[in-house]
């Protein structure tokens, strides 16, 4: 094999593999942060393999990941490789490394000959997985699972130990991985939005109901503007609605822009992701894809989908720490509090698998998609039709996401608390609200505002809590982003009351 030189955490990941194995430990994970050449480790297990005789099998979780596996292989030299999928032209049970997709194996029902099953993106197990795990004959076969995430619930039920290769705080401070700002506000109140067991997240369907009557903080695209305004930005959100209306209104504001989801072919994708690095697309607005299997030169990342799933949230913000040439660091700006319900992606770590229950997301019957009438003939219009053969109308997308005004704040990890009484307010220490009030006395100087301006906004502010005497003799200070935020707000406000009235 022609690959790269192992950094000295993929020697050790690699050892602490074969000793495992070679103590029977054949259920086994290792943990490959985003960015810390998973690829490179995979390639090397699978040369250990061949080098041995053996025959391995390495099973991807969605079938369009197939030919990017190949790729991969391939350029690590890796070239004895097989298909396992229908009519693929690369289909040969010869090859001693079998490719497959694990919903391909299930709907055969026959497990490929191997002596070693690698399977990527573990954290997505399913049913299938399961089976095959607990296979009387399968016993006896180490099964390696490689995933920067594994923390699904339940997957200690079938794997025995994780091995931990490295960290993502540990990368970034090795240099391995490329240092981050990030930008976040607090946003809507979610408590109430129903979550998935298997992974903790919020479902996409009340979620998206919630979204439609809460805000978002900020303009996403003045926000852009103002923090990055270049190329090489992802932007995830909370549906389709919302990630198209994103597109149109970053192409209406002369920001090139392309939009991914689930349902996008092969070669749209292939050419999107042309597009993104050759400066077509400055920016690519997505949702449900681009969270795992992509190594795209990402330097802004846009979070406008809110998440509580650890998982996801390391997966996304991974997307943009992969280090490139002229990179100095990646700029992550929340929209959705993300941050501060769950923290820095350089806080979030697990040392061992959840034994809980591993609740599989049951199969739902739906019958086939009907067609709705247009809104202007009544002529039934088919799904996924944007424009009525009778009349002509065009369907578009309408997005029921907000936003509302503010800015963003740089994010230190040390964000305050939500209270339980207003999700938008705060609770601020008595130094913190010292701090507000000599912010808001230096702006008034600044502005040459009356004497007394200060207090009457510290008193909004605050539902009327008076700032004490001995305040007024502190020295004032310039006025901090977020005093600027919520003096810039109260204008806005006003402003929009005397339109109203008028």
Request: some cysteine.
């Amino acid at each position: 094999m022609k690959g790269k030189e192992l950094r000295p955490y993929q020697e050790e990941a690699l050892q602490a593999i074969r000793d495992t194995v070679r103590q029977k430990v054949y259920r086994l994970v290792c943990q490959a942060p985003t960015g810390s050449g998973k690829t490179v480790l995979a390639a090397t297990i699978v040369e250990g393999a061949l080098r041995k005789g053996n025959r391995l099998c390495f099973v991807v979780p969605k079938i369009d990941l197939v030919d990017q596996t190949v790729e991969m292989f391939w350029a690590q030299g890796i070239k004895d490789v097989g298909v396992i999928q229908a009519d693929h032209q690369l289909t040969n049970w010869a090859q001693p490394v079998q490719v497959a997709s694990i919903q391909t194996i299930r709907s055969r029902g026959v497990y490929p000959e191997a002596q070693v099953v690698v399977i990527d993106e573990v954290h997505e197990l399913h049913k299938s997985h399961v089976k095959w795990l607990e296979h009387p004959d399968w016993q006896s076969t180490p099964f390696i699972g490689l995933s920067a995430t594994p923390w699904t619930r339940g997957l200690g039920k079938y794997f025995a130990t994780l091995l931990v290769m490295s960290t993502t705080r540990e990368l970034i401070e090795q240099g391995y991985l490329s240092k981050f700002r990030v930008f976040a506000a607090d946003s809507p109140d979610l408590s109430n939005v129903p979550t998935m067991g298997k992974t903790g997240d919020y479902k996409e369907a009340p979620l998206s109901t919630v979204m439609s009557q809460q805000q978002l903080m900020a303009n996403i695209i003045e926000t852009w503007k103002l923090r990055h305004g270049k190329d090489k930005t992802l932007v995830f959100a909370v549906d389709r609605a919302h990630a198209q209306a994103l597109q149109e209104r970053f192409k209406d504001a002369g920001i090139s822009a392309a939009y991914q989801d689930a349902n996008t072919t092969g070669a749209d994708r292939a050419a999107i992701k042309r597009g993104f690095h050759n400066g077509e697309y400055a920016v690519v607005c997505s949702v449900g894809t681009l969270t795992t299997g992509v190594d795209w030169d990402v330097r802004c990342l846009v979070l406008a989908r809110p998440t509580r799933s650890e998982m996801l949230f390391v997966q996304i913000i991974g997307r943009a720490l992969r280090r490139a040439e002229g990179k100095d660091y990646a700029l992550i700006l929340d929209h959705t509090s993300t941050h501060e319900r769950l923290g820095l992606v350089t806080d979030i770590h697990h040392e061992q698998l959840s034994k809980g229950k591993l609740d599989e997301n049951k199969a739902v019957k739906r019958g086939p998609p009907l067609p709705k009438p247009c809104p202007k003939c009544s002529c039934l219009m088919a799904v996924g039709q944007k424009v009525c053969l009778e009349c002509g109308f065009e369907r578009k997308v309408v997005s029921q996401v907000t936003e509302r005004d503010g800015q963003l704040v740089e994010f230190d990890g040390s964000f305050r608390k939500k209270g339980k009484t207003d999700p938008f307010l705060l609770p601020y220490t008595y130094q913190e609200k010292r701090r507000f009030y000599a912010q808001l006395r230096g702006h008034e100087i600044m502005k040459g505002y009356k004497t007394g301006w200060a207090f009457v906004n510290f008193m909004e502010k605050f539902k009327g809590e008076k700032p004490p005497f001995p305040w007024n003799k502190d020295a004032p200070m310039n006025p901090g982003p977020e005093v600027v935020n919520y003096v810039r707000s109260r204008l806005i406000a006003w402003a929009q009351s005397r339109s109203r009235s008028a």
